[in-house]
């Protein structure tokens, strides 16, 4: 049964550019270790919410915008066994070093899905 992660983050408009570099670099991470998709979008008709919102769940400040992103996988295990792989790669630990990340790292919400409907 496939399998999905999810992430949520608030990216300022001035490191999109930044943002996507390191997306692609990730993605490309991702699928040689075995993930059959990885996909980034940015928010083009994103609306605050009164209660609850992509906008809100991220706090989002002036001058940023939302990334909604997700890796696919064939099932909750082949995804753990990617994961390991992607987080022993030395390529990602490049990137992850907090201070140059284009993104506040600690306002990204994100998990583990397992499929419900697939139409």
């Given at each position: 049964m496939a399998y999905v992660d999810g992430f949520i983050v608030a990216v300022p408009k001035k490191n999109l550019e930044a943002y996507r570099r390191i997306a692609?670099?990730?993605?490309?991470?991702?699928?040689?270790?075995?993930?059959?998709?990885?996909?980034?979008?940015?928010?083009?008709?994103v609306k605050v919410?009164?209660?609850?919102?992509?906008?809100?769940?991220?706090?989002?400040?002036?001058?940023?915008?939302?990334?909604?992103s997700w890796i696919t996988y064939k099932s909750r295990a082949q995804r753990d066994r990617v994961n390991a792989k992607v987080m022993?790669?030395?390529?990602?630990?490049?990137?992850?070093?907090?201070k140059a990340m284009p993104f506040d790292g600690k306002r990204m919400i994100y998990g583990g899905f397992e499929s419900l409907v697939i139409a």
């Open positions: 692609k670099k990730a993605g490309k991470v991702w699928r040689e270790h075995g993930a059959l998709e990885y996909r980034e979008w940015v928010a083009e008709d919410g009164k209660l609850t919102s992509f906008p809100r769940s991220v706090k989002l400040k002036p001058g940023e915008t939302v990334v909604f022993a790669d030395k390529r990602l630990a490049e990137m992850m070093d907090p």
